[in-house]
């Protein structure tokens, strides 16, 4: 069973284990939308100039790839750098058993920051969507890989509702068919193979050239410089998923304002 699979398996069981209140959470979910700023993480990608890129800055403690990155992370420290350093959004890595992460970071992360976050799980369920808005999530990672286009729909119009965005992820042409089906408009082009964590830039490259125009690309997973910026940047990607490589900074504003072209790298 691969890593992915595995994920998936424990997560359907956590699931079934796990009592809850659908209504409840519904309601939570809807509450915890009244009186905020609809949409704003679709918006935080959009706006800005062409040549500007916007980088969403990934909180996470751990990967099944990487190991340990930040161990029991300090979610305001590093929100606050993520925002000196110019992120336009932030990424949370909430599953909590391969990637040690935790939903009650969404709200911490956003209140220290004031950015758009999205909740980044492996979403099978729509009381997943409903548990992540309630904890304060501006937007939700759907991956393409687990879902079928009617169910991707479904999701995505659920997402809708609640005010929220919903990112698509994909990683082959495949999946990229299956997200534009159901109506993404959000899509981000993984460069990372979930099965085997394997890394190539010139899957954005391939994929993004079937993107539509109207459709909002985002490039994720093994940038690290700014001449990776640059690469994606000329095959049309403007926003950019990056998590890894700015959690190991030392100084992680900095290393951020080096990936947007606002600081010379040293």
Known sequence: MSVLNRIVAETREELLATPFDRAALERRALERREGLARRRFRIALACGAADAPRIIAEIKAASPSAGTIAASPD???????????????LSVVTEPRHFKGSRDWLARATDASGLPVIMKDFVVDPVQIHRGIAAGADAVLLLA??????????????????????????????ELDRALEAGARLVGVNNRNLNDFSVDLATSER???????????????????????ERLMRSGFRAFLVGESLLRQSDRALALRELRGEAAAT
């Open 75 to 89: 979610v305001e420290t590093i929100a606050r750098s993520y925002r000196d350093g110019g992120a336009a959004a």
């Open 145 to 174: 890989s687990l879902l079928d286009a009617a169910t991707m729909r479904d999701f995505i119009a659920l997402i809708d509702d609640l005010g929220c965005d919903a990112l698509v992820e994909v990683h082959d042409d495949e």
């Open 207 to 229: 994929l993004g050239a079937r993107i539509p125009a109207e459709v909002l690309r985002v490039s994720e997973s093994g940038l690290k410089t700014r001449a990776d910026i």
